[in-house]
């Protein structure tokens, strides 16, 4: 597609449901990273991968949190038994080569979680 | 944890005006990053400088590095209400591709 894609744009849960995220990278782009980020603070990292592969995943703050991207294009972070503190912006963002030396990252628009 | 630390932490300034943001990091990188992020919308890049470069331009953007002291400097020239939002700068080290953001700073450009 022409951009990163995130859905969905907005989802509230209750305490203790599961949540899938879901991000559609720019096509071709081989890595793809999700970040986090609370109000008033930069993104935090979360995860990276390269192709289908997990590169990183040293900031996925609980064993609560996978990531996954089968095929090597969608990817899907999922966040079981929620807790009102996983509240927060999950960012997306896909980049044309691992070690990009050129260009940036594109990020999505993100998904506002909120856990009530 | 925190690589990159952006000052100030917020600025206001009247349209027209420079606007320049410092970033600030502690180990050797290969390259840095600066995004803008809108009310309510996604991080945008603005520009890349590589460890090895010492200053680039990108339309009223300005982006100098300097190594020697772990710091960059982003200058926006002749600014305008549409600029309002925050800056980030992200930061890329040698043995890493993860790029790692600050708490950004936060601007306002008056009409």
């Known amino acids: 597609g022409a951009g990163v894609s995130q859905s969905p744009r907005y989802k509230v849960t209750k305490r203790g449901q599961d949540v899938a995220l879901r991000c559609d990278p720019i096509?071709?782009?081989?890595?793809l990273y999700w970040y986090r980020q609370a109000l008033g603070q930069g993104p935090e990292f979360l995860t990276y991968?390269?192709?289908?592969?997990?590169?990183?995943k040293s900031g996925l703050p609980n064993d609560r949190f996978s990531a996954e991207r089968p095929e090597g294009s969608i990817s899907t972070l999922t966040i079981q038994r929620t807790e009102q503190r996983d509240s927060a912006m999950y960012r997306c963002?896909?980049?044309?080569?691992?070690?990009?030396?050129?260009?940036?990252?594109?990020f999505g628009s993100g998904t506002r979680l909120t856990v009530v | 944890s925190q690589q990159g630390e952006e000052d100030p932490q917020a600025l206001s300034i009247q349209e027209g005006e420079n606007a320049t943001m410092n970033c600030s990091y502690k180990t050797s990188i290969n390259n840095l990053q600066w995004y803008r992020q809108n009310s309510g919308r996604g991080l945008v890049h603005l520009i890349l400088?590589?460890?090895?470069?010492r200053e680039k331009h990108s339309g009223r953007l300005r982006v100098t590095l300097d190594t020697s002291k772990k710091s960059s400097s982003l200058l926006i020239t002749a600014s305008r209400a549409a600029d309002t939002a925050s800056y980030f700068c992200a930061t890329v080290t040698g043995g890493s591709y993860i790029p790692t953001f600050g708490r950004g700073t936060s601007l306002i450009v008056h009409p």
């Open positions: 963002a896909s980049s044309l080569v691992g070690r990009n030396l050129l260009y940036g990252y594109t």
């Open positions: 991968f390269n192709y289908e592969a997990q590169q990183d």
């Open positions: 400088i590589r460890s090895n470069e």
């Open positions: 096509s071709g782009h081989v890595s």
